[in-house]
């Protein structure tokens, strides 16, 4: 018990690292593999734009297009729209080339939801807004220079309209937007323990907690579902095991949770690791995070076997993760102070 309180007070002094857009370290190492000869087949890349759901937004001679992990074009486009963005939760923000209307396509090129929205246009840089939680912010109309004032609106997957309202601030935060470049105001970083595992994100990754990564692993049976990328940025094999707290940011004792995660990256590597929220929300700001770094994982599991998990959630052995409400704020006053 003693040895890991040490890793549970480094983790009141975190030291926040600059934002990236979830997945951008994956996009670095490829480029710096492949970039030559992507250039030679007159493909570019235009901002920090990542892999998401296998594909990348990049410019193919003069037109917005995607490829894949494997350098190949996936043709989207097929010559519609002046711009594409990246993928999320299966649907991507598309301009078309003659109208300037925004609509969304599938990974099949398939036009779901029409081109009819609009864009905001910032500083040369064109925002449109990506699905989080299954929902996506529209334009009424184009917002030039400034988004103090736009008319918006949230839809569906289904391209239905709801939560019309002036939006009265340039803040563009709480609009969940990406920009032409691949900036995402909303990127959710977290908090740092300690070199040299870094720039730990949480992304958003859907409704299916069973298969969050998508490749088979089974990590919860309910919930949404959502990864942590970590990234190894030393010349040295790292392992480590750590804690994820989340609560919620006005402090009350909802929806307090413990995810845990055995790191074990080779030098420079970034790995995704999928975990599942019995609660909504984790990157939308509801919810404040704490990292948790322990000396061995038989600390880690001595810390687990000592957090007073809710047993009436209807969570089988080793589904483990919501904390009792009754007594989750005495618990986080005593291990963390807050």
């Given at each position: 018990?003693?040895?890991?309180?040490?890793?549970?007070?480094?983790?009141?002094?975190?030291?926040?690292?600059?934002?990236?857009?979830?997945?951008?370290?994956?996009?670095?190492?490829?480029?710096?593999?492949?970039?030559?000869?992507?250039?030679?087949?007159?493909?570019?890349?235009?901002?920090?734009?990542?892999?998401?759901?296998?594909?990348?937004?990049?410019?193919?001679?003069?037109?917005?297009?995607?490829?894949?992990?494997?350098?190949?074009?996936?043709?989207?486009?097929?010559?519609?729209?002046?711009?594409?963005?990246?993928?999320?939760?299966?649907?991507?923000?598309?301009?078309?080339?003659?109208?300037m209307q925004v609509g969304y396509i599938d990974t099949t090129g398939k036009l779901v939801i029409p081109c009819q929205f609009?864009?905001?246009?910032?500083?040369?840089?064109?925002?449109?807004?990506?699905?989080?939680?299954?929902?996506?912010?529209?334009?009424?109309?184009?917002?030039?220079?400034?988004?103090?004032?736009?008319?918006?609106?949230?839809?569906?997957?289904?391209?239905?309209?709801?939560?019309?309202?002036?939006?009265?601030?340039?803040?563009?935060?709480?609009?969940?937007?990406?920009?032409?470049?691949?900036?995402?105001?909303?990127?959710?970083?977290?908090?740092?323990?300690?070199?040299?595992?870094?720039?730990?994100?949480?992304?958003?990754?859907?409704?299916?907690?069973?298969?969050?990564?998508?490749?088979?692993?089974?990590?919860?049976?309910?919930?949404?579902?959502?990864?942590?990328?970590?990234?190894?940025?030393?010349?040295?094999?790292?392992?480590?095991?750590?804690?994820?707290?989340?609560?919620?940011?006005?402090?009350?004792?909802?929806?307090?949770?413990?995810?845990?995660?055995?790191?074990?990256?080779?030098?420079?590597?970034?790995?995704?690791?999928?975990?599942?929220?019995?609660?909504?929300?984790?990157?939308?700001?509801?919810?404040?995070?704490?990292?948790?770094?322990?000396?061995?994982?038989?600390?880690?599991?001595?810390?687990?076997?000592?957090?007073?998990?809710?047993?009436?959630?209807?969570?089988?052995?080793?589904?483990?993760?919501?904390?009792?409400?009754?007594?989750?704020g005495a618990w986080m006053q005593q291990n963390f102070g807050v």
């Amino acid at each position: 018990m003693k040895k890991y309180l040490s890793a549970l007070l480094a983790a009141l002094t975190l030291v926040s690292s600059l934002a990236i857009p979830a997945f951008a370290a994956n996009a670095d190492q490829f480029w710096l593999e492949n970039g030559d000869k992507l250039l030679s087949q007159d493909i570019f890349q235009y901002g920090e734009r990542p892999f998401r759901e296998g594909l990348m937004p990049v410019l193919v001679g003069e037109q917005w297009n995607y490829i894949d992990e494997q350098g190949q074009v996936v043709d989207l486009n097929r010559g519609r729209f002046m711009y594409v963005f990246d993928f999320f939760e299966g649907l991507a923000a598309v301009m078309d080339k003659d109208t300037m209307q925004v609509g969304y396509i599938d990974t099949t090129g398939k036009l779901v939801i029409p081109c009819q929205f609009s864009a905001f246009d910032a500083m040369g840089s064109v925002y449109v807004g990506y699905f989080h939680d299954g929902r996506a912010t529209v334009f009424a109309s184009d917002a030039f220079g400034s988004v103090n004032g736009a008319q918006v609106a949230e839809i569906n997957k289904s391209g239905v309209r709801s939560n019309a309202r002036t939006w009265g601030t340039d803040d563009l935060t709480g609009l969940y937007l990406i920009g032409d470049n691949g900036y995402m105001p909303d990127a959710v970083e977290l908090p740092v323990v300690d070199n040299p595992i870094s720039k730990m994100v949480v992304n958003y990754t859907g409704n299916g907690a069973f298969d969050p990564m998508g490749d088979g692993s089974y990590v919860f049976s309910n919930g949404m579902a959502y990864a942590v990328q970590a990234t190894n940025n030393t010349d040295q094999p790292q392992y480590a095991c750590y804690a994820l707290v989340s609560y919620a940011a006005d402090k009350s004792a909802r929806g307090t949770q413990v995810f845990f995660f055995e790191m074990d990256l080779k030098p420079y590597e970034t790995k995704q690791y999928g975990f599942s929220s019995g609660f909504g929300g984790l990157t939308r700001g509801d919810y404040a995070f704490l990292w948790v770094k322990f000396d061995s994982k038989q600390d880690m599991e001595s810390f687990r076997s000592a957090v007073p998990f809710d047993q009436y959630q209807g969570q089988s052995e080793g589904e483990d993760r919501i904390v009792d409400s009754g007594c989750a704020g005495a618990w986080m006053q005593q291990n963390f102070g807050v």
